[in-house]
């Protein structure tokens, strides 16, 4: 079965920082592309930035770059975001994606594991 938590959300004021991990079990990461992803409330499911299987390219939506990064460690089976720099409009609820080798939009198209979501708040 497989099953990921998702640690790390909360609430930060404007110009803050958070770094959301998502432990994966069931299966292992060495072998998948992956992701983060959030909802906004009353909004569209957004894909945020993935990275590929062997992390050598990475995607970030035009509205995170320069301020998200995205990171693995297979070792731990865990998937990391660190956001900087955190705005209103980063409040949603983020989830973490596993998928093919797929980078940018059609990777979250194509996904198959989605981990349970956790809240970012920004707001002062």
């Known amino acids: 079965r497989c099953s990921s938590w998702s640690l790390g959300g909360g609430s930060v004021q404007p110009g803050g920082s958070l770094r959301l991990s998502c432990v994966v079990s069931g299966f292992t990461l060495d072998y998948y592309a992956i992701g983060w992803s959030r909802q906004a409330p009353g909004k569209e499911r957004e894909g945020v930035s993935c990275?590929?299987?062997?992390?050598?390219?990475?995607y970030y939506a035009d509205s995170v770059k320069g301020r998200f990064t995205i990171s693995r460690d297979n070792a731990k089976n865990t998937v990391y975001l660190q956001m900087n720099n955190l705005k209103p409009e980063d409040t949603a609820a983020y989830y973490c994606?596993?998928?093919?080798?797929?980078?940018?939009?059609?990777?979250?198209?194509?996904?198959?594991?989605w981990g349970k979501g956790t809240q970012v708040t920004v707001s002062s």
């Open positions: 994606v596993a998928g093919p080798n797929l980078v940018g939009q059609n990777f979250f198209h194509f996904a198959d594991h």
């Open positions: 990275l590929s299987v062997s992390d050598d390219t990475t």
